[in-house]
């Protein structure tokens, strides 16, 4: 633990006072020629400055040392910080001030503190706190200061006694269950043994047409067996995993803290390749811009990419433009709010259909509404993009991630 020197506090208001009224006793005692005044005015005026001197000893002798257990938990985990101290023995008390952010558990009315007023045989102590973390990101857990005192409370030193530590808090996962149309069904890919139950099993997967689905992959037979149009799922192409693009801008989310919904695409961004990742999905995860925030594999641990999207920022770029987004495979975008063209733009990084969630933000603060001309809600967007061909469901504020899943799954 690196040690730094704190600033000088010096005497309290009792410990200046003390000395006042014994320097003023002195100077009176040789006014009046009263030796025995002046004894009492020097011992009087001598308490504080020995006070000072217990302190600063105080300060020099005792060393702490944070420890988070975990440093690295899910939103709403329990962490316990411990700090360790170790020097030789009180004379006096040692207060301890630790810093945390709200978002780490406490009030910022109320930050942990703490008072220790002897050490073990062995000069060390131990003192714990409880941290809930309530919103994803790297919080900086101290310093941690310490103000020594002597006994009387004469006398105080302001140190700093422990530097920051790194608390890392990864967006909340639920999980999931299925997998949308197009996804791992493809030869090439893990998910494509799926596909095939067995020898003999049927090589073709038909669903109900919906709207932007194209008519040559109406599969006519199955259409005459349910007397309503069917399309084969799949035509078997070659599958090189999943894309998917989170909308981090900073002007197509509302709200704030953990019920902005920024968070829910998070949470719901990490919940789906964490899910796909256990799938053995091979995978990219972008932003809206193109930057990769996770390593591409197949079966690949899911840590890095949680740790990216712990440490996520909101962007400033006020569009979707980026670069084309990469071709054989399939994509899965967690879109904000859209303005006008930006459907457009979406489409131009992408040649052919995808899947996408798209938020109403409206409802995540009801007094933000569309501005005029800005193209419509989130349903005519979800519109444009079936129209387009892409399967497409639309989140609100009151909806949870495995109920969006399930949306796009079962194509609603």
């Keep these: 633990m690196s040690e730094r020197s704190g600033r000088f506090s010096g005497l309290t208001t009792r410990g200046r006072c003390l000395l006042a009224g014994g320097l003023a006793t002195g100077v009176s005692a040789i006014a009046l020629d009263e030796r025995d005044l002046l004894r009492i005015g020097a011992f009087v005026a001598l308490l504080p400055v ?66 220790v007023h002897r050490l073990s045989g062995r000069g060390s102590a131990v003192v714990t706190y409880p941290l809930r973390p309530v919103l994803r990101g790297v919080h900086r857990v101290g310093p941690l200061s310490g103000t020594a005192t002597d006994p009387l409370g004469l006398a105080e030193f302001e140190r700093e006694l422990a530097p920051a530590d790194r608390l890392l808090v990864l967006p909340r996962v639920v999980a999931l269950q ?28 038909i669903r109900p047409y919906r709207q932007g689905d194209e008519l040559r992959r109406v599969h006519w037979r199955s259409t005459a067996r349910h007397d309503e149009l069917m399309v084969r799922l799949e035509e078997r192409p070659w599958r090189g995993g999943m894309t998917v693009l989170l909308d981090r801008r900073d002007v197509a ?27 053995g999905e091979p995978l990219d995860l972008l932003t809206e811009d193109g930057v990769q925030l996770s390593g591409r594999g197949s079966g690949i641990s899911p840590e890095p990419l949680l740790d990216a999207l712990a440490a996520l920022r909101p962007s400033a770029r006020p569009d979707l433009a980026g670069p084309e987004l990469r071709s054989g495979t399939d994509v899965l975008a967690v879109l904000g709010a859209l303005e006008p063209g930006e459907v457009d733009t979406l489409l131009g990084r992408r040649s052919g259909g995808g899947n996408a969630v798209l938020l109403d933000t409206s409802t995540w603060d009801p007094a933000v509404r569309v501005r005029a001309g800005s193209g419509g809600t989130a349903a005519a967007n979800a519109a444009t993009l079936r129209g387009a061909g892409w399967h497409v469901t639309i989140a609100s504020a009151g909806s949870s991630p495995e109920r969006v899943w399930s949306d796009l799954v079962n194509g609603l």
């Design 253 to 279: 989310h509302r709200g704030r803290g953990a019920d902005s919904s920024l968070e829910f695409a998070v949470s719901l961004t990490a919940s789906i390749c964490t899910h796909l990742l256990s799938r």
């Design 178 to 205: 299925g997998l949308p149309p197009a996804i791992g069904a493809g030869e090439g890919t893990p998910g494509s043994a799926l596909a095939h139950q067995g020898q003999g099993a049927s090589d073709v997967l």
């Design 50 to 115: 020995l006070a000072l001197l217990l302190a600063a000893r105080a300060r020099r002798r005792i060393h702490v040392e944070r420890e988070l257990t975990p440093a690295r938990v899910p939103v709403g985990a329990a962490v316990t910080v411990g700090l360790h101290l170790h020097g030789g023995p009180l004379l006096g008390a040692l207060r301890l001030t630790d810093t945390a952010p709200d978002a780490a558990g406490p009030q910022a009315a109320a930050p942990p503190r703490f008072t």
